[in-house]
């Protein structure tokens, strides 16, 4: 499984971006989108499962983000409104082992290559 992250780029506070994952090799497995800040640890955004239209999103962008998947595309989206300069990171996208949502980062065994993301005050 071969994962392409893109998307990223410089915006400013209350702007938005989308970043898509093209994933080569996609099954109906459990996607997620993670992000690490500069001295930072990862962290999961958001997650989409593989078998239903079920997500999850981390307090700290809900209601602000949305992730979506096209399987006809192959493709996993994030869709990123009213950022903020906390949201300044690298993002990067996964797949899953399993086929419902998990949150860990142990859970996810392909990943790209990230992409920035940087919300400027």
């Known amino acids: 499984v071969q994962l392409q992250a893109s998307g990223g780029g410089l915006v400013q506070a209350g702007g938005s971006l989308r970043l898509s994952c093209a994933v080569s090799?996609?099954?109906?497995?459990?996607m997620g989108w993670f992000r690490q800040a500069p001295g930072k640890e990862r962290e999961i955004v958001a997650a989409?499962?593989?078998?239903?239209?079920?997500?999850y999103y981390a307090d700290s962008v809900k209601g602000r983000f949305t992730i979506s998947r096209d399987d006809a595309k192959n493709t996993v989206y994030l869709q990123m409104n009213s950022l903020k300069s906390e949201d300044t990171a690298v993002y990067y996208c996964?797949?899953?082992?399993?086929?419902?949502?998990?949150?860990?980062?142990?859970?996810?065994?392909?990943w790209g290559q990230g992409t920035l993301v940087t919300v400027s005050s």
């Open positions: 996964a797949v899953c082992s399993r086929r419902t949502i998990s949150t860990r980062a142990t859970d996810f065994g392909s």
């Open positions: 989409i499962s593989g078998l239903t239209s079920s997500t």
């Open positions: 090799g996609f099954s109906r497995y459990a």
